[in-house]
């Protein structure tokens, strides 16, 4: 997105301008997640009838893309804290985008970056200690359960993988600003993370190899994903901004 743009904003949270353009903030997202985890939601569950499984469809739907809004929501709440606002959270397809028109913006000072970029897996962290907590109170193979183990998953996967050294993730400015905060200029810190990531796509290769021979397909599958976007960058390929 660019400052060119023609989109139509819609308010502002935390300091940061939230827009739209066009049709693409249709919650097109939320529906397809819903439909799937009602789906889910009748797998091994044979007695539950269908308005009971789009009920609790909606209600993991909820606690997974929650997860997701509260993640962007939270570095919009760290870069008010520290008057370095996101430029603008843009909502597509029913999901947030966090927004940065410059990334190298020199007004903002390494320790700034990191710590907006931190807002987010800080969040997640939380939310799953939370989730977790949760959990132990709900049983098994019910709903509050389902919805309990959505919420552990979810927010374990953004606190983690979100840290994973890639440009576009949070890991990879924070990898990015911290050499600039020890001496290293923009662009040397740039080919430090793209050579981190040539090394990291490897490893998250041979990850997704032994996932995928165990059958753990879903696990493989998005190991394999990460691994491509770590070479695609770490080859240039593909490039933040």
Same mark, same amino acid.
């Given at each position: 997105?660019?400052?060119?743009?023609d989109?139509? @904003?819609?308010? @502002?949270?935390? #300091?940061?301008?939230?827009? *739209?353009?066009?049709?693409?903030?249709?919650? *097109?997202? +939320?529906?397809?997640?819903?439909?799937?985890?009602?789906?889910?939601a009748?797998? =091994? @569950?044979?007695?539950?009838?269908? %308005?009971?499984?789009?009920?609790?469809?909606?209600?993991?739907?909820? $606690?997974?893309?929650?997860?997701? %809004?509260? @993640?962007?929501?939270?570095? $919009?709440?760290?870069?008010?804290?520290?008057?370095?606002?996101?430029? $603008?959270?843009? *909502?597509?397809?029913?999901?947030?985008?966090?927004?940065?028109?410059?990334?190298?913006?020199?007004?903002?000072?390494?320790?700034?970056?990191?710590f907006?970029?931190?807002? #987010?897996?800080?969040?997640?962290? !939380?939310? /799953?200690?939370?989730? !977790?907590?949760?959990?132990?109170?709900?049983?098994?193979?019910?709903?509050?359960?389902? *919805?309990?183990?959505?919420?552990?998953?979810?927010?374990?996967?953004?606190?983690?993988?979100?840290? !994973?050294?890639?440009?576009?993730?949070?890991?990879?400015?924070?990898?990015?600003?911290?050499?600039?905060?020890? =001496?290293?200029?923009?662009?040397?810190?740039? +080919?430090?993370?793209? $050579?981190v990531?040539?090394?990291?796509?490897? =490893? /998250?290769?041979?990850?997704? =190899?032994?996932?995928?021979?165990?059958?753990?397909?879903?696990?493989?599958?998005?190991?394999?994903?990460?691994?491509?976007?770590? !070479?695609?960058f770490?080859? #240039?390929? /593909?490039?933040?901004?």
């Open positions: 997105m660019k400052p060119t743009d989109v139509t @904003h819609v308010g @502002h949270l935390f #300091g940061t301008p939230v827009v *739209v353009k066009d049709t693409t903030w249709l919650p *097109v997202t +939320e529906l397809a997640v819903w439909l799937l985890m009602s789906w889910l009748g797998r =091994g @569950h044979d007695d539950r009838p269908w %308005w009971k499984r789009l009920g609790t469809g909606a209600l993991t739907m909820s $606690a997974i893309l929650g997860s997701e %809004w509260c @993640h962007n929501l939270a570095h $919009a709440a760290a870069a008010q804290s520290i008057g370095k606002p996101m430029d $603008a959270l843009r *909502v597509t397809w029913g999901m947030p985008l966090v927004v940065y028109y410059d990334i190298n913006d020199s007004t903002v000072t390494p320790r700034q970056h990191i907006r970029a931190l807002g #987010g897996p800080v969040c997640n962290a !939380l939310l /799953l200690l939370l989730a !977790l907590c949760s959990r132990r109170l709900t049983k098994q193979r019910t709903i509050p359960g389902d *919805v309990a183990n959505s919420a552990v998953g979810m927010n374990t996967f953004l606190s983690s993988a979100s840290l !994973l050294p890639i440009p576009g993730l949070d890991g990879g400015p924070i990898l990015k600003w911290s050499l600039v905060d020890r =001496g290293a200029t923009p662009e040397e810190a740039d +080919e430090t993370v793209r $050579a990531n040539r090394v990291a796509g490897v =490893g /998250l290769g041979f990850a997704a =190899g032994i996932a995928l021979r165990r059958r753990r397909r879903f696990l493989g599958s998005l190991l394999a994903l990460f691994a491509t976007l770590s !070479l695609a770490g080859f #240039g390929l /593909l490039k933040e901004q």
